[in-house]
């Protein structure tokens, strides 16, 4: 089996940081991409950053210059460095990592999810 486990979530004021953790763990083999998703109460869950095997990286248009996804390969773990937050930001913010798993598939595991939240 395949865990992904989210962790560094909480409450921040306007204008903090925070930086979220995701490790793999498991029947892994391989990991490709790696993501950041957040879901914001009544929203969809949408992209915020996402990173290639390789550190080829691409973020979503409202994080840009704010955030920044990084991963250690050996490790299997991405990180979120999240500056200059703005109450908009407040979401549950998940995990999702492309894993080749030792049943020889390759397969979207997502973690549980943490909750950030920006306040005053």
């Known amino acids: 089996q395949v865990q992904v486990v989210e962790s560094g979530g909480g409450l921040v004021q306007p204008g903090g940081s925070l930086r979220l953790s995701c490790a793999a763990s498991?029947?892994?083999?391989?990991?490709?991409?790696m993501g950041w998703y957040r879901q914001a109460p009544g929203k969809q869950r949408e992209l915020v950053a996402i990173i290639s095997s390789g550190g080829s990286t691409n973020y979503a248009d409202s994080v840009k210059g704010r955030f920044t996804i990084s991963r250690d390969n050996a490790k299997n773990t991405v990180y979120l460095q999240m500056n200059s937050l703005k109450p908009e930001d407040t979401a549950d913010y998940y995990c999702k990592g492309e894993i080749f798993n030792r049943d020889y598939e390759w397969y979207d595991y997502w973690g549980q999810g943490t909750q950030v939240t920006v306040s005053s």
């Open positions: 498991g029947s892994i083999v391989s990991v490709n991409a």
